[in-house]
């Protein structure tokens, strides 16, 4: 479960699409993914996200 209060990793911006989707774009690798980075975000760079993602 996402930890609301923890701030999203440097560089990382929440967005939601067209139906309302909250979705995370990481600017810094120039990608997005539906997983919060701060569920999956186990080591020092943020690319290691685990989960689908897209360049932009």
């Known amino acids: 479960m ?3 209060e923890l701030p999203l ?3 990382w911006e929440e967005a939601r699409d067209f ?3 909250v979705y995370y ?3 810094i690798h ?3 993914s539906w997983i919060d980075p701060r ?3 186990r080591g020092d760079d943020p690319a ?4 689908p ?3 932009y």
């Open 2 to 4: 996402p930890r609301k």
């Open 48 to 51: 290691d996200v685990q989960g």
């Open 9 to 11: 990793p440097d560089g």
């Open 30 to 32: 120039h990608s997005t």
């Open 25 to 27: 774009i990481d600017h």
């Open 53 to 55: 993602a897209c360049r």
């Open 19 to 21: 139906d309302g989707k």
């Open 39 to 41: 569920d999956s975000w």
